[in-house]
């Protein structure tokens, strides 16, 4: 009796009478595939894709090897990371603070900041506001920094408050709207005369100084800026 060696219909992907539950429970060496070379689909998205032309090309391998070097580039990192500053030779960015301001020589203006907190002198320091001169303080310089902003100690202050226009319920809207909109400042300074206070400590923003002299002559000269030619 002669064996029948043809495919079973119910594996064949090309006949009719393919069963796909069959082809799952059965091992894959006794199923051939009509296309082995074809590489198969995650997903059901992935198949449609393909489909429809929008499927994007498989990683190659040049692809495979630069995401290695991307996944080994933490790992070279971490392990530079470890190696001393001196072995790297790394320039090492200096970060400036007001100490380190403060206690550095300094050129200009501030060389009379510096000179006059080293040697306790008081200073008079004139402040403005939105409106114009707002007044002075008398102080002790007890710290600053690079933009002229100012710490001062045991502060006398003469200055002229603000006082607000009234005038808000006395116009209609639409001038009141025009007015806002003028150059001239809605607040004007008072002119009851200046007050006085005292303060411990005060803070002095250094857009705010307008001039800052010394009270007392310092001890030495300060030495003259030198002019450079462009």
């Known amino acids: ?3 029948d060696n043809s495919p079973d219909p119910s594996l ?3 006949s009719s009478q393919f069963s796909a539950e069959k082809a799952l429970v059965t091992s894959p060496s006794k199923i051939q595939l009509p296309y082995p070379e074809v590489q198969p689909c995650d997903n059901l998205e992935q198949y449609a894709s ?5 499927s994007r090309k498989p990683p ?3 692809a495979a090897c630069s995401r290695g070097q991307l996944q080994e580039q933490p790992r070279k990192q971490g392990a530079r990371a470890a190696v001393p500053l001196s072995s790297r030779q790394r320039l090492v960015r200096t970060v400036k603070s007001v100490i380190s301001t403060m206690e550095s020589p300094t050129s200009g203006p501030l060389c009379l900041v510096q000179r006059c907190r080293e040697e306790r002198v008081r200073v008079k ?9 707002r007044g002075e303080c008398e102080g002790t310089v007890l710290a600053f920094d690079q933009h002229l902003n100012l710490v001062l100690g045991d502060v006398s202050e003469r200055f002229s408050p603000l006082r607000t226009v009234a005038n ?3 116009q209609p809207r639409s001038q009141r709207r025009r007015q806002r909109h003028k150059t001239t400042p809605a607040q004007e300074p008072a002119q009851d005369g200046g007050q006085y ?3 411990d ?3 002095v923003r250094g857009d705010n100084v307008v001039l800052l002299s010394p009270v007392c002559p310092l001890s030495q000269t300060i030495p003259p800026v030198p002019f450079e030619k462009s």
């Open 12 to 14: 064949d992907f090309l």
């Open 168 to 170: 808000g319920g006395l």
């Open 125 to 133: 320091v004139v402040v403005r506001h939105c409106a114009g001169v």
């Open 1 to 3: 009796m002669q064996q």
């Open 50 to 54: 393909v489909v429809r032309g929008t």
């Open 197 to 199: 206070r005292h303060l």
């Open 60 to 62: 190659s391998q040049s």
């Open 201 to 203: 400590k005060l803070f």
